[in-house]
Nanobody
Framework: QLVESGGGWVQPGGSLRLSCAAS????????IGWFRQAPGKEREGVLCISSSNDTTSYTDSVKGRFTISRDNAKNTVYLQMNSLKPEDTAVYYC????????????????WGQGTQVIVSS
């Protein structure tokens, strides 16, 4: 099971750090992806970190602003979001994939329940 946390309301230009914590299994053998779904839009991939800590970006819109990292000791993956924009408003989800960051969302499973991020003045 994956549980996301750390969402909330933030003004444009602000920062948030989301956490994706696993229970019942260890994350270090898996790739973890962050996704988001804005109101009225399809879910899109954001970033992924592989079991060997290689990172993959699924969208150019977060490059230079968002980073992904993992702390295997805490069995947690983080999404650091800086310079937030109103268009980053969405429910953010994490999910698991086998070892490497896949090209396709269908390879992910064990989705968390999501955490809401609202960027607004």
């Amino acid at each position: 099971q994956l549980v996301e946390s750390g969402g909330g309301w933030v003004q444009p230009g602000g920062s948030l750090r989301l956490s994706c914590a696993a229970s019942g299994f260890t994350l270090d053998h898996y790739a973890i992806g962050w996704f988001r779904q804005a109101p009225g839009k399809e879910r899109e991939g954001v970033l992924c970190i592989s079991s060997s800590n290689d990172t993959t970006s699924y969208t150019d819109s977060v490059k230079g602003r968002f980073t992904i990292s993992r702390d295997n000791a805490k069995n947690t993956v983080y999404l650091q979001m800086n310079s937030l924009k109103p268009e980053d408003t969405a429910v953010y989800y994490c999910a698991v994939a086998p070892k490497y960051c896949p090209l396709f969302e269908a390879r992910y499973h064990a989705w968390g329940q999501g955490t809401q991020v609202i960027v607004s003045s």
